[in-house]
C-alpha cells in the first residue's frame, strides 16, 4: 500500500469520529472525518443529515488534501431510492475527488462476490427494510429473505453482540435457500469479526456495510483492499 493516503469520511455520527473498523483495517491510512448527525433509524430521522452530506463533503475537500471521500451510513444513503442515490452520486463527484457511498459499496460488494440472489440481515425497522429491498432490487438483486432488528434509536445497533448478528444470519440464511450470498446492512453493527464466522458457518460469503466501506474505499484511491482473515470478500477480491 502506497503512503500518505488520506481519505474523507462523511460519517452519520454527529460527533467528527472515525468508526474502529477503518483503523482496525487499514491503520497506515489517514481518515478524517465530518459528521452530519442522523437522528434515528427512520426516514424522518435522516432527512436534515441527508441534506448535510453534500455540504460536509464539500468542506472536507476544501479543508484537507484528501484522495478520496466515502460516505458511510447505508440506510443514509438508500432510503430515498436508487434514483435518488444516483443523483447523490453525481453532485458528489463534482467535487473533482472519486467518491463512494456505504450503499454503493455493498452493491459493489455483492457483484464482486458474483451474489445476484442474496439473503440480507439489517439493523432496521419494517420501513426501512421496505426501502433496502426496494434500493437492493433496483440495483439488480433478487432479495431471497430479509429480518432485521427492528431498531430505531441511533446507536442501538452497536448495542448488539456478535452472538445476536450470528443468529440473525442464521434464520434468514435459512429462508434463503438459494441465495448466493448475504448482505448484513447497518453500518452501526459490529460486523468485522462475524463476517468468517457467517461464512464459514451457513456457507454463504458475506457482505457487510462498514468493512465493505473501508475496501471501497480503498479502490477509490486504486489499492485492492485486500486483507486476510476477514472473510471472502476482503480475502479474495482483487
Same mark, same amino acid.
Given at each position: 500500500?502506497?503512503?500518505? !493516503?488520506?481519505?474523507?469520511?462523511?460519517?452519520?455520527?454527529?460527533?467528527?469520529?472515525?468508526?474502529?473498523?477503518?483503523?482496525?483495517?487499514?491503520?497506515?491510512?489517514? *481518515?478524517?472525518?465530518?459528521?452530519?448527525?442522523?437522528?434515528?433509524?427512520?426516514?424522518?430521522?435522516?432527512?436534515?443529515?441527508?441534506?448535510? !452530506?453534500?455540504?460536509?463533503?464539500?468542506?472536507?475537500?476544501?479543508?484537507?488534501?484528501?484522495?478520496? !471521500?466515502?460516505?458511510?451510513?447505508?440506510?443514509?444513503?438508500?432510503?430515498?431510492?436508487?434514483?435518488? #442515490?444516483?443523483?447523490?452520486?453525481?453532485?458528489?463527484?463534482?467535487?473533482?475527488?472519486?467518491?463512494?457511498?456505504?450503499?454503493?459499496?455493498?452493491?459493489?460488494?455483492?457483484?464482486?462476490?458474483?451474489?445476484?440472489?442474496?439473503?440480507?440481515?439489517?439493523?432496521?425497522?419494517?420501513?426501512?427494510?421496505?426501502?433496502?429491498?426496494?434500493?437492493?432490487?433496483?440495483?439488480?438483486?433478487?432479495?431471497?429473505?430479509?429480518?432485521? *432488528?427492528?431498531?430505531?434509536?441511533?446507536?442501538?445497533?452497536?448495542?448488539?453482540?456478535?452472538?445476536?448478528?450470528?443468529?440473525?444470519?442464521?434464520?434468514?440464511?435459512?429462508?434463503?435457500?438459494?441465495?448466493?450470498?448475504?448482505?448484513?446492512?447497518?453500518?452501526?453493527?459490529?460486523?468485522?469479526?462475524?463476517?468468517?464466522?457467517?461464512?464459514?458457518?451457513?456457507?454463504?460469503?458475506?457482505?457487510?456495510?462498514?468493512?465493505?466501506?473501508?475496501?471501497?474505499?480503498?479502490?477509490?484511491?486504486?489499492?485492492?483492499?485486500?486483507?486476510?482473515?476477514?472473510?471472502?470478500?476482503?480475502?479474495?477480491? #482483487?
Amino acid at each position: 500500500m502506497r503512503d500518505n !493516503i488520506t481519505i474523507g469520511l462523511v460519517t452519520p455520527q454527529s460527533t467528527n469520529k472515525v468508526p474502529a473498523e477503518g483503523g482496525q483495517m487499514y491503520p497506515g491510512v489517514n *481518515f478524517i472525518p465530518k459528521g452530519v448527525g442522523v437522528k434515528a433509524l427512520t426516514p424522518e430521522g435522516y432527512d436534515s443529515a441527508w441534506d448535510g !452530506i453534500v455540504p460536509a463533503a464539500e468542506e472536507l475537500a476544501k479543508q484537507n488534501r484528501l484522495d478520496a !471521500i466515502m460516505v458511510l451510513g447505508t440506510s443514509l444513503t438508500f432510503y430515498r431510492g436508487f434514483e435518488a #442515490h444516483e443523483k447523490l452520486l453525481e453532485r458528489l463527484r463534482q467535487i473533482g475527488l472519486p467518491v463512494g457511498t456505504m450503499s454503493g459499496a455493498v452493491v459493489k460488494g455483492l457483484r464482486a462476490l458474483g451474489a445476484k440472489k442474496i439473503a440480507v440481515s439489517t439493523a432496521y425497522a419494517d420501513e426501512v427494510n421496505k426501502r433496502l429491498r426496494n434500493f437492493l432490487t433496483d440495483s439488480g438483486f433478487e432479495v431471497q429473505a430479509l429480518e432485521g *432488528f427492528g431498531l430505531e434509536r441511533f446507536g442501538a445497533a452497536g448495542e448488539k453482540s456478535e452472538d445476536d448478528i450470528i443468529a440473525l444470519a442464521g434464520r434468514v440464511s435459512a429462508n434463503a435457500r438459494e441465495a448466493q450470498g448475504m448482505l448484513i446492512s447497518c453500518g452501526g453493527l459490529k460486523t468485522l469479526q462475524v463476517g468468517k464466522t457467517i461464512e464459514d458457518k451457513y456457507g454463504l460469503p458475506v457482505v457487510s456495510s462498514t468493512p465493505a466501506a473501508f475496501w471501497a474505499a480503498m479502490r477509490l484511491v486504486g489499492e485492492s483492499g485486500r486483507l486476510s482473515g476477514y472473510g471472502r470478500l476482503l480475502e479474495t477480491v #482483487h
